[in-house]
């Protein structure tokens, strides 16, 4: 079994804000080098806990993995 991937914080809300600005969050996903459930999930996440509180509050890490097309996109 693998090693899971850590996202930053500062990741996984760049990636919602991105997303609501998308019209196709599968190919958002896919250019930002992760699955499409799990941009969904931090959707959800996000929009359920805004306002209520901190928003992804685990202790992701930046995985230092993203290309420069990647990086460009966040």
């Given at each position: 079994?693998?090693?899971?991937?850590?996202?930053?914080?500062d990741f996984k809300l760049k990636a919602v804000h991105l997303s609501?600005?998308?019209?196709?969050?599968?190919?958002?996903?896919?250019?930002l080098g992760i699955d499409g459930a799990l941009l969904y999930r931090w959707r959800k996440e996000y929009f359920k806990r805004e306002g209520k509180g901190e928003i992804f509050p685990g202790v992701g890490k930046s995985t230092g993995i993203l290309?420069?097309?990647q990086e460009e996109l966040i």
């Amino acid at each position: 079994m693998g090693t899971r991937t850590k996202f930053s914080k500062d990741f996984k809300l760049k990636a919602v804000h991105l997303s609501e600005k998308s019209d196709n969050i599968k190919d958002l996903a896919i250019s930002l080098g992760i699955d499409g459930a799990l941009l969904y999930r931090w959707r959800k996440e996000y929009f359920k806990r805004e306002g209520k509180g901190e928003i992804f509050p685990g202790v992701g890490k930046s995985t230092g993995i993203l290309d420069p097309e990647q990086e460009e996109l966040i």
